[in-house]
């Protein structure tokens, strides 16, 4: 499944980031997905729990904050949102637009509790 190599690649970061720090596990880990990411969120939910089993974030609570996917348009230069990469340039009706946010994944914070 997709999502689950999406996890896996979230834990070897945070696994990396937990060395680094001098921790054992996380609390928190916060994520910001794009609506064009191609990432289901309840699959992704439940690849989450296989995922992290073991891990140092299988005690974190994940919150995720979704980023609306924008376009710019290659003709006119207008920058708007997108709800499918079909969408047109609402100024001049082009189809030419490159994406310019939401097609990405990222971590944006990772959190531990400090008294461990
Ligand atoms: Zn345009």
Redesign the pocket.
Known sequence: MHELSIVMSIVDIAEKEAIKANVDSFSNIGLEIGTQSGIVLEALDFAWETGVKGSVLEKAHKGITTVQAKAK??????IFEIESLYDI??????YM?EVIQGKELKIRTLEFDSEN
């Open positions: 348009c290659n003709d006119c230069g207008e340039c609402p100024k001049c009706n082009s637009m």
